[in-house]
């Protein structure tokens, strides 16, 4: 689509994320079920309307399959058929909508029954399976393809290829990080043909800008904090009123609105203290950890914050929370693998830190480790 990338709002964005060759659409009114092979990602923040623009996608292909055979073979590859969709979604998934039925796909205003034309899938073993049993279905639409493994990505294209079937993707492509998801969501820009971009009202109250980011912020009393850089990437949540400081909560954010501190003290500061901690010099890194845990405005990340930000509370407020020495610890040892369990234990145990939260945030992370197990000093 010739021209439209440029008067894209968003283009640039897109294209810092490695965009650059793909074509960049408007979102449109009417689904275009003619062209074989496509695989779309639909990308935004929460609330930006990803499973409402898929919940159009069906009621366009009803509207399609009453049409006449002329249509019929415009819209067929073999035996496959693009008007006929099928919706995907992971199989742990369940719990966000319990409130309606089983065959439903549901978005914020309603819901579509899908009938037999769902399935929960565990993995891209899974969505093979699915793709077999489905031999007539042209249209399939895959929810929150970055929590699958990146097997998934390929599997997709090649059946695209070789079927003529279309994938659309409706998924978060980036963390509150504002990086990619994972491996998965990286993979999905490689094998996607198009992309449509969906944003969200900036959800802070002074703003009425286009949201692209997922912020996480923690709420204590009553006052917004937002999450440091190095905060665990995974957060698996409980309850669902969130007022507690170790549960985050997320709001679709423009960039000006969407604070990140500590990205520049965990690169200049606590990764290099781990690297010297992981060669055998603890001492560095166990100072910063205790001021951290003990009188965090003390610590070297409260001096990087205040110099970086002056005195904006916003920024400041990051060290509300609490847990922070938790959240560095946790980050050296699942994400950098620069601390070793012996010497996470050692940390842990000599600085009295909390080994519920840290137990649930590394196996929520996939590192999981047991701080109750005697262990030799
Ligand atoms: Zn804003």
């Not at 010739?2 to 008067?7: A, Q, S, T």
């Not at 606590?270 to 009188?295: C, N, Y």
């Not at 970086?308 to 950098?336: M, T, W």
Request: hydrophobic fraction near 35%; glycine fraction near 8%; charged fraction near 25%.
């Amino acid at each position: 689509m010739p021209g439209l990338e440029n008067n894209t709002p968003g283009a640039d964005f897109l294209r810092s994320l490695g965009f650059p060759t793909l074509d960049v659409h408007e979102a449109f009114t009417h689904f275009d079920f003619t062209t074989p092979g496509r695989r779309v990602l639909v990308i935004g923040p929460m609330g930006s309307g990803k499973t409402e623009f898929a919940a159009r996608i069906w009621r366009d292909a009803s509207v399609a399959r009453r049409k006449s055979s002329v249509i019929g073979s415009l819209t067929s590859t073999g035996s496959v058929d693009r008007r006929n969709v099928f919706f995907i979604r992971s199989e742990i998934d369940g719990a966000r909508f319990t409130d309606y039925p089983e065959d439903a796909m549901a978005y914020r205003s309603g819901y579509i029954s899908c009938g037999g034309n769902i399935a929960r899938i565990r993995d891209s073993f899974g969505f093979e399976q699915v793709l077999k049993d489905n031999p007539d279905v042209g249209t399939y639409i895959i929810d929150e393809a970055s929590f699958f493994d990146e097997r998934l990505a390929y599997v997709a294209r090649n059946y695209a290829i070789e079927r003529g079937c279309m994938f659309v993707f409706p998924t978060l492509i980036l963390n509150f990080r504002r990086e990619f998801f994972n491996s998965t969501a990286r993979l999905m820009l490689d094998i996607a043909t198009d992309v449509i971009p969906l944003t969200a009202y900036c959800e802070h109250p002074d703003c009425l800008a286009s949201a692209f980011y997922t912020y996480r912020y923690y709420r204590v009393d009553g006052r917004e904090c937002p999450a440091l850089y190095f905060d665990p990437l995974i957060v698996v949540g409980g309850d669902k009123v969130r007022n507690s400081s170790l549960e985050p909560d997320y709001e679709a954010r423009c960039e000006q609105h969407h604070y990140l501190p500590g990205k520049e003290y965990t690169f200049f500061t606590l990764k290099p203290l781990g690297e010297r901690a992981g060669r055998g010099d603890v001492k560095p890194l166990l100072d910063e950890l205790r001021a951290l845990h003990r009188d965090p405005e003390h610590s070297l990340l409260f001096a990087n914050l205040l110099q970086r930000y002056g005195s904006d509370g916003i920024y400041l407020n990051s060290v509300l929370p609490g847990h922070i020495a938790e959240k560095a610890l946790s980050y050296l040892f699942c994400e950098q693998n620069l601390i070793g369990e012996p010497l996470l234990v050692r940390l842990v145990s000599e600085l009295g830190l909390d080994t519920a939260y840290l137990e649930k945030v590394l196996s929520d992370n996939r590192h999981p480790v047991s701080f109750s197990q005697p262990y030799l000093l």
